[in-house]
């Protein structure tokens, strides 16, 4: 056991700090491992269970539980394995068409007032 106040106190925060890491990488865990039965069984939740998924990285990277690389592995990982299955039981949706970009008016140059005579 630490002696100094300082370390005593340095205990406390990492057992907090260490029961919220756990929490939150149970909690990915979680989504993911839902996420995987979804697909497996082909339902219509895989996209309710895909957003699960993605919120749950997105939070264990905004608790630096991991490493933002891995979190956009995981997520491309799982968004392919979702699509794979939606494919195979639903119908692909086509493309939505694109309207066109309309450019903005370019704008003229304001007009510069004369400098005010000297009395």
């Not at 903005?104 to 140059?109: N, T």
Request: hydrophobic fraction near 35%.
């Amino acid at each position: 056991m630490p002696i100094i106040k300082s370390a005593k106190k340095r205990v406390r925060v990492a057992s907090k700090a260490a029961a919220r890491n756990t929490k939150t990488k149970r909690n990915l865990k979680t989504a993911v491992k839902a996420l995987h039965g979804a697909i497996k069984k082909g339902g219509k939740k895989t996209d309710k269970e895909l957003k699960k998924a993605h919120s749950a990285i997105d939070t264990a990277v905004k608790k630096n539980v991991i490493h933002k690389n891995k979190a956009a592995r995981k997520k491309s990982q799982a968004a392919k394995a979702a699509k794979k299955a939606a494919g195979t039981s639903i119908k692909a949706k086509a493309p939505a068409k694109k309207s066109p970009v309309k450019k903005p008016a370019s704008k003229k140059p304001a007009a510069k007032k004369a400098p005010a005579k000297k009395k």
